[in-house]
């Protein structure tokens, strides 16, 4: 088995277990509609699932709960109430859900579009009915998940991933388009210390690394989910603004994250993207 299949089938089964949990918890929603943290568990599920099946080459999976996370962010920011509608139309969603994931772990490659494209716009009708208006008084205030500031935190993210990173299924470009979805990219730096000279350049492996310094209402851990499937593919750390760092890269004065793969790049300051 390659290293893409390999990839692959972690994320086949990731797919599996949050579609588990989203059965599980949509369920629960229809008598715990003003239970936050389970709107919040539920978003990050769909959000996960959006992001790795774009990576791995799953485009519908990544169009429907794409479409379900927008319907789920209304809802986590008191816009959208849940009520019978919202609920059907996610656990309708969540049928053809699992009909993918199982057309993924069976190796089908069958386009739903049909039943997917009609699906989606409901879904995106949905989440925009209440576009313009103020927060229903119905739709509860999801609080902060653990470890999120209300206020917006400044993360810096350092991820300088292996050369032969291409041949696991990973874009990074993909990654940095994930952590703009998460809030206010401030700044981004592209270090080129690793690239060879012209002659030596081989197209199919990575030398870049990047710095993104990202302004966010999201909690460490949703960050680092960016990452989920790639954590061990290179050193990648996310930490909060101000951390001291003195300390070979860790943060000393704040909550941090670090996964070291593989060799991180050469000392050499980063240059301006």
């Known amino acids: 088995m390659g290293d893409q299949d390999q990839y692959r089938d972690v994320f086949i089964t990731e797919a599996q277990e949050l579609t588990a949990s989203l059965e599980t918890d949509l369920v629960e929603l229809e008598g715990e509609a003003r239970d936050p943290e389970l709107i919040n568990r539920i978003f990050r599920a769909a959000h996960t699932m959006k992001s790795s099946a774009a990576m791995f080459g799953f485009p519908q999976i990544a169009e429907l709960t794409h479409s379900m996370e927008s319907v789920l962010d209304r809802v986590r920011d008191g816009v959208l109430a849940i009520d019978a509608e919202v609920v059907n139309t996610l656990l309708e969603a969540l049928d053809v859900l699992r009909l993918l994931v199982d057309d993924a772990t069976e190796g089908n490659d069958t386009d739903h579009g049909d039943r997917l494209r009609p699906l989606c716009q409901r ?3 949905v989440a925009e009915a209440v576009a313009g208006g103020g927060p229903s008084e119905a739709a509860p205030e999801a ?4 470890g999120e500031a ?3 935190t400044t993360y810096r993210v350092h991820m300088a991933l292996n050369e032969d990173v ?3 299924g990973t874009n990074p470009m993909l990654l940095l388009d994930e952590l703009a979805t998460l809030g206010e990219v401030e700044e981004v730096c592209c270090d080129t210390s690793r690239l060879p000279e012209l002659e030596e350049l081989d197209p199919l492996k990575l030398y870049l690394a990047w710095d993104v310094t990202l302004r966010a209402e999201a909690s460490l851990e949703q960050v680092e989910e960016v990452f989920l ?3 061990d593919d290179g050193d990648i750390r996310v930490e909060r603004a101000g951390a001291d760092t003195g300390r070979g890269g860790e943060a000393a004065g704040g909550e941090s994250a670090a996964r070291d793969g593989g060799e991180p790049p050469a000392a050499a300051g980063p240059a301006q993207e």
């Open 123 to 125: 879904l995106r009708a």
């Open 166 to 168: 291409f041949f696991q």
């Open 143 to 146: 609080a902060p998940a653990e």
């Open 229 to 231: 499937f790639c954590r």
């Open 150 to 152: 209300a206020a917006g």
